[in-house]
């Protein structure tokens, strides 16, 4: 018996297990067993009996094992039983993936006349049954979804139903799936399905939400297969066109750039196929309306620049009908935004025509556009001119051939001798050189422009930035496309002479612009020396500023070949200068530059030199990254550095020459470093900086700043003071070696290490036992400051050298702390300094005898409060440290003359009311609440000494309050940090500021004697010294104003305050706060108030003196003007 006929045969419920082997021979790829070959085979009454005979074995097995019996996905996932599934389900399942690979043959070899609804039916059978597949059976599911797939691409017989199932699982798999190019191109295939629902039908409405999720999705945006069903959907029903074009528009803001020009694409497709109806909605509800948008959009939209995508050609007609209604009008709109969004879109679609119309009137169409262009140039706004200049420059790119070429002379002439120097705006001439590069892409505009660039030349050293960036960048487009030689635009000499002053933006720019002329990679190297000593001769500011940027358009090997040009370059001035022990150990090539250079000429010289190091910087990473080329090039400078230093003995050589020691490795120069540090010690006190920065650095590369610190420490210790007894003891302080030691320039040293993090990072990684040391010796020069406050003779310069060493205690306090975090031994020590302030210069500071010792005692105090400030603010206090802090400044604040350190007292209490309003750890809440309360009451004692001050001495305290005002307004700025759950602290603050002020102004209003005094305040000046002070701090944020108006407007709310004086004193503040026409609800809220109770209190004080009615009636004149502002009259 035949394959054929033993296949056929099994196609039946009792020889299911034959026809399961058959399948599996088909599946098994090495057996020559193939259905699609039997089935061809087949005649085609023996097709009709396979189909009917498979369709009856379906049913049986549906029958025998329906699906309500069918183990799913929920009962195979459950975790807390083991189920088992059954032989009837797993034959049940091997039946229908038989039936179903039978059926996918069949679909492909059907033939003309074959009758196939047994074959329908199957397949409908499947389509019932296939969404009841347990979850383990998903192969099985895709296979019957390729059966239905095929069906629809054979255009069969009941299309319909299977098509929509494989379209659905389809449109579900591209929006879930992740990567789903493969789904997308087989619903691209299917997409005639959707054709076939109607919109509104249930189907339809079903299926709306999927497919407006596909424009969610950039996978589909950007893919081809995508692009063309989306464009498909906009033919489905011309109200969805309008819910794509919502969806479109809500995700535009999310799209990046790139994307949007998919989205035009798509557009443009759906408008190329689309008729009748769906045309027509698709021009007016999406191309106008983007239009519309574009025209309106603001500049700073993110949407902005992506709905304005230029359209492609062969759309002129469209172009024109639909630009007809809003663009004229829009270029002539009033608001500049609109009509800078008008030219831009006016001039991507120029020229805007009718195809069908004659050319005469095409001629006149575009000779209208080109006079608009012009305008567009004058127009009043620089919006709208910046925008005409890109659009002309667009212009004249893309039509060079067809504009006249008189039209584009005066164009171009307006652009670069009037737009270009338009000194009403930056932005305009920005525009103008920016826009040039796209007019300079079109060669046939390089004869025209190389004869009108060079009016552009004093453009590079425009007032902004921006625009000489812009410039150079068109110097390096000219370059690029060769138009003209850029140097005949601008000249060598102004570009380097800008090279040397500029910023980087610009600097960098000119760099890549000449870089070929100075540093020819494609020639001998001997030249990039030549070009190297040309550059430094003509403009040395220039050549370091070119070399320091040189590694950005090179590689590094090729600046390290240069580094070593120019060594040669310099032995061989050496030779030259007849130095026979160096000639004799250098036997190099001696004929490069010999009557260019000599070691005479000290500038060019020493500007090799510098441009050694900067060449060196700049590729140290790179070297170091090479070991081979690093050991090279450092063993090639090892070994002529010492008879460099012995040559070139002036200063200016001298510290290129430090510097690149401090690039090599110690090992190297091994008898450098005692010559580096002989340097250091022979310096003498107030040495400038420069003298000596380049040595230090050097020593810290070398990682030998142990040595530096151990010089400090000699000197600080050797000069320190040394006593008989106790510090306690009020003797004579004698002095060891303070002519021999340097401890001023000991600290200059220091200081220039804490201050740069670089050497401030190799100061930090010493072992602790020598940065103790040197605390210790900065600690011993307390005592001098007890000394000299206690009465013994100090010299001036020493007590200044004690002063800066308490200091630097404490600064070196900080940076340890900060470094050991885990250790409290550092924090300890400045606890310590604070204490010996209280104890020992507190009470000098009280009972001051002299000048001299208020001074001290003053400069030791504040220099305390600002240690202890920084510690705050780089937070590396803890609360021991703060509580301890806060009972010092309650001292200072105590004691008599504690009032001149009121500036850095309220700078203090900043840092800590930073801390703790900014605070977020739990569990501290009322540790956190009780600080802030000290702080509101340390804060209202500050106000009431200034008060204090001013009444006993005005002179002193009016300098009191000058001194204090950028403290008090930092400290107000901290409310900002305030949550609702600690007003408290906004509330204690502004109510002592209130308080301070209208009692300030009361009193004064007190004191007038005569009623040409009682004037109306004009400025926050014509108050009295205190109120002018918190009131100009106040008016500074608008934040802490608005604190300060609510905690007024309690104040009167509680009726706490009853005199005439004083609601007086609460009209001034408002008058005041009202020319800063902000506030205009608070302030009539707070006039309301004062108003009615101001009535209240004159009916009981009729009886008045002149003086107090006076009062009364200003105040009223003045409450009248904030309620009614437009009563007032013009002035």
């Known amino acids: 018996m035949s394959k054929r006929k033993q296949f056929l045969d099994s196609v039946h419920h009792e020889h299911v297990q034959d026809f399961l082997n058959f399948i599996g021979l088909h599946k098994d790829g090495a057996d020559p067993f193939d259905l699609a070959e039997v089935l061809v085979e087949l005649q085609r009454s023996q097709r009709q009996e396979l189909w009917e005979r498979q369709l009856k074995l379906l049913q049986h097995s549906l029958t025998a094992h329906p699906p309500e019996r069918w183990i799913t996905g929920a009962e195979e996932d459950a975790g807390d039983m083991d189920v088992e599934i059954s032989e009837e389900q797993i034959q049940t399942m091997a039946v229908i993936e038989g039936v179903t690979i039978v059926s996918t043959v069949s679909v492909d070899i059907l033939q003309e006349n074959d009758t196939y609804t047994s074959l329908l039916n199957c397949a409908q059978m499947?389509?019932?049954?296939?969404?009841?597949?347990?979850?383990?059976?998903?192969?099985?599911?895709?296979?019957?979804?390729?059966?239905?797939?095929?069906?629809?691409?054979?255009?069969?017989?009941?299309?319909?139903?299977?098509?929509?199932?494989?379209?659905?699982?389809?449109?579900?798999?591209?929006?879930?799936?992740?990567?789903?190019?493969?789904?997308?191109?087989?619903?691209?295939?299917?997409?005639?399905?959707?054709?076939?629902?109607?919109?509104?039908?249930?189907?339809?409405?079903?299926?709306?939400?999927?497919?407006?999720?596909?424009?969610?999705?950039?996978?589909?945006?950007?893919?081809?297969?995508?692009?063309?069903?989306?464009?498909?959907?906009?033919?489905?029903?011309?109200?969805?066109?309008?819910?794509?074009?919502?969806?479109?528009?809500?995700?535009?803001?999310?799209?990046?750039?790139?994307?949007?020009?998919?989205?035009?694409?798509?557009?443009?497709?759906?408008?190329?196929?689309?008729?009748?109806?769906?045309?027509?909605?698709?021009?007016?509800?999406?191309?106008?309306?983007?239009?519309?948008?574009?025209?309106?959009?603001?500049?700073?939209?993110?949407?902005?620049?992506?709905?304005?995508?230029?359209?492609?050609?062969?759309?002129?007609?469209?172009?024109?009908?639909?630009?007809?209604?809003?663009?004229?009008?829009?270029?002539?709109?009033?608001?500049?935004?609109?009509?800078?969004?008008a030219t831009l879109l006016f001039t991507e679609a120029f020229p805007i025509h009718d195809p069908s119309m004659s050319s005469e009137m095409v001629d006149q169409a575009v000779q209208k556009q080109l006079d608009l262009l012009f305008a567009l140039l004058d127009d009043p706004q620089p919006l709208v001119r910046s925008s005409a200049v890109l659009g002309v420059c667009s212009v004249l790119g893309r039509c060079w051939e067809v504009i006249p070429s008189t039209v584009i002379t005066d164009l171009l002439e307006k652009l670069i001798l009037q737009l270009a120097n338009d000194t009403s705006s930056p932005d305009v001439r920005c525009s103008v050189f920016m826009c040039m590069s796209i007019i300079l892409d079109n060669s046939l505009s390089h004869p025209l422009m190389e004869k009108l660039l060079p009016a552009l030349k004093s453009s590079l050293h425009d007032s902004s930035e921006k625009v000489r960036v812009a410039f150079v960048g068109m110097l390096l487009k000219i370059k690029g496309v060769r138009a003209a030689k850029f140097w005949k635009v601008c000249s060598l000499e102004h570009l380097l002479a800008r090279l040397e002053m500029d910023s980087p933006p610009v600097s960098k720019r000119i760099v890549n612009l000449l870089f070929n002329s100075f540093f020819p990679v494609n020639q001998p190297e001997t030249v990039w020396c030549e070009r190297c000593v040309t550059l430094i001769q003509t403009n040395p500011g220039a050549a370091r500023k070119f070399y320091q940027h040189a590694y950005l358009y090179t590689a590094p090997a090729n600046i390290v070949k240069l580094m070593l040009v120019i060594r040669k370059c310099l032995n061989v001035c050496i030779q030259n200068a007849g130095d026979d022990e160096f000639t004799s150990s250098n036997k190099e090539n001696s004929t490069m530059l010999e009557d260019v250079l000599s070691v005479q000429d000290t500038a060019s010289m020493a500007s090799l030199l510098e441009i050694l190091v900067i060449l060196w910087k700049s590729v140290q990473k790179s070297l170091i990254a090479n070991q081979e080329a690093f050991k090279y090039t450092t063993s090639k400078f090892a070994s002529v550095l010492p008879q460099y230093l012995k040559i070139f003995q002036e200063e200016r050589c001298k510290a290129p020459l430090i510097l690149l020691a401090s690039l090599l490795p110690a090992t190297s120069v091994p008898a450098l470093r005692s010559k580096v540090m002989s340097h250091l010690r022979s310096l003498k006190a107030g040495t400038a900086v420069t003298a000596y920065s380049q040595s230090v650095e050097c020593l810290c590369s070398w990682g030998q700043i142990s040595h530096i610190v151990e010089l400090i420490e000699n000197w600080l210790t050797e000069a320190a003071p040394v006593k008989a007894g106790d510090e306690d003891t009020t003797g004579k302080v004698h002095f060891d070696g303070l002519e021999e030691s340097k401890p001023d320039l000991g600290l200059d040293y220091l200081d220039y290490l804490v201050l740069r993090p670089k050497t401030r990072d190799c100061l930090l990684t010493l072992p602790l036992d020598q940065i103790r040391t040197l605390q210790k010796a900065l600690n011993k020069w307390k005592s001098l400051l007890f000394s000299s406050l206690s009465g013994s003779e100090v010299s001036v310069a020493a007590i200044e050298t004690a002063l800066r060493a308490f200091v630097f205690h404490g600064r070196l306090s900080i940076h340890l702390q900060h470094k050991y975090p885990?250790?409290?031994?550092?924090?300890?020590?400045?606890?310590?300094?604070?204490?010996?302030?209280?104890?020992?210069?507190?009470?000098?500071?009280?009972?001051?005898?002299?000048?001299?010792?208020?001074?001290?005692?003053?400069?030791?105090?504040?220099?305390?409060?600002?240690?202890?400030?920084?510690?705050?603010?780089?937070?590396?206090?803890?609360?021991?440290?703060?509580?301890?802090?806060?009972?010092?400044?309650?001292?200072?604040?105590?004691?008599?003359?504690?009032?001149?350190?009121?500036?850095?007292?309220?700078?203090?209490?900043?840092?800590?009311?930073?801390?703790?309003?900014?605070?977020?750890?739990?569990?501290?809440?009322?540790?956190?609440?009780?600080?802030?309360?000290?702080?509101?009451?340390?804060?209202?004692?500050?106000?009431?000494?200034?008060?204090?001050?001013?009444?006993?001495?005005?002179?002193?305290?009016?300098?009191?309050?000058?001194?204090?005002?950028?403290?008090?307004?930092?400290?107000?700025?901290?409310?900002?940090?305030?949550?609702?759950?600690?007003?408290?602290?906004?509330?204690?603050?502004?109510?002592?500021?209130?308080?301070?002020?209208?009692?300030?102004?009361?009193?004064?209003?007190?004191?007038?004697?005569?009623?040409?005094?009682?004037?109306?305040?004009?400025?926050?000046?014509?108050?009295?010294?205190?109120?002018?002070?918190?009131?100009?701090?106040?008016?500074?944020?608008?934040?802490?104003?608005?604190?300060?108006?609510?905690?007024?407007?309690?104040?009167?709310?509680?009726?706490?305050?009853?005199?005439?004086?004083?609601?007086?004193?609460?009209?001034?503040?408002?008058?005041?706060?009202?020319?800063?026409?902000a506030f205009v609800v608070e302030l009539k809220e707070i006039a309301l108030s004062v108003l009615r109770q101001i009535q209240n209190h004159y009916i009981s004080a009729e009886n008045t003196d002149n003086i107090q009615r006076t009062i009364y009636e200003s105040t009223i004149m003045m409450l009248n003007d904030i309620l009614n502002p437009s009563q007032k009259p013009n002035s």
């Open 126 to 341: 499947l389509n019932c049954i296939e969404s009841a597949l347990p979850l383990s059976h998903t192969p099985l599911q895709q296979a019957i979804h390729w059966l239905f797939e095929c069906w629809w691409r054979q255009d069969l017989k009941g299309k319909e139903e299977l098509g929509w199932t494989a379209f659905l699982v389809c449109l579900e798999n591209t929006v879930t799936l992740e990567k789903p190019v493969s789904e997308l191109r087989r619903l691209c295939t299917l997409r005639e399905v959707l054709l076939s629902v109607d919109f509104a039908s249930e189907r339809g409405q079903q299926v709306i939400d999927p497919l407006l999720q596909c424009f969610f999705r950039p996978s589909h945006i950007k893919q081809e297969e995508g692009k063309r069903f989306l464009a498909f959907l906009f033919s489905w029903n011309d109200n969805f066109i309008r819910m794509i074009h919502e969806t479109i528009k809500n995700q535009l803001p999310f799209f990046p750039k790139t994307l949007s020009v998919h989205v035009a694409e798509i557009y443009f497709r759906a408008w190329r196929k689309a008729s009748g109806p769906s045309l027509e909605e698709i021009e007016s509800t999406c191309i106008q309306d983007l239009m519309q948008h574009t025209l309106l959009l603001h500049r700073n939209s993110p949407v902005h620049s992506k709905v304005r995508q230029k359209f492609r050609e062969g759309i002129d007609e469209m172009l024109h009908r639909l630009y007809k209604p809003i663009m004229w009008k829009a270029l002539k709109a009033t608001n500049a935004e609109v009509r800078a969004n």
């Open 822 to 1077: 885990e250790e409290r031994e550092f924090l300890k020590s400045l606890e310590h300094s604070v204490s010996w302030v209280e104890k020992r210069v507190l009470p000098f500071l009280a009972n001051s005898s002299s000048e001299q010792q208020l001074s001290l005692s003053r400069k030791t105090v504040e220099s305390c409060l600002t240690v202890c400030k920084n510690v705050l603010r780089v937070s590396v206090g803890d609360r021991d440290f703060r509580d301890h802090l806060l009972q010092h400044v309650t001292s200072v604040l105590q004691t008599e003359k504690g009032y001149i350190c009121t500036p850095h007292v309220l700078a203090l209490l900043t840092e800590v009311a930073q801390g703790c309003l900014s605070h977020k750890s739990e569990g501290q809440e009322d540790q956190l609440l009780l600080t802030i309360r000290i702080l509101t009451n340390m804060f209202q004692k500050v106000v009431e000494i200034i008060a204090h001050r001013l009444r006993k001495d005005k002179e002193e305290g009016q300098e009191l309050c000058c001194c204090s005002e950028e403290a008090l307004h930092d400290f107000l700025l901290v409310t900002k940090l305030v949550t609702t759950e600690r007003s408290e602290f906004i509330t204690g603050v502004f109510s002592s500021l209130c308080a301070a002020v209208i009692i300030d102004i009361s009193r004064t209003l007190q004191k007038i004697s005569h009623v040409e005094e009682v004037l109306t305040p004009e400025t926050v000046n014509d108050l009295p010294p205190l109120s002018n002070t918190i009131l100009k701090v106040t008016l500074r944020s608008p934040a802490v104003t608005r604190f300060f108006l609510s905690e007024m407007r309690s104040s009167i709310e509680s009726e706490a305050i009853d005199s005439i004086t004083q609601w007086a004193a609460v009209t001034h503040i408002l008058t005041i706060v009202k020319q800063s026409d």
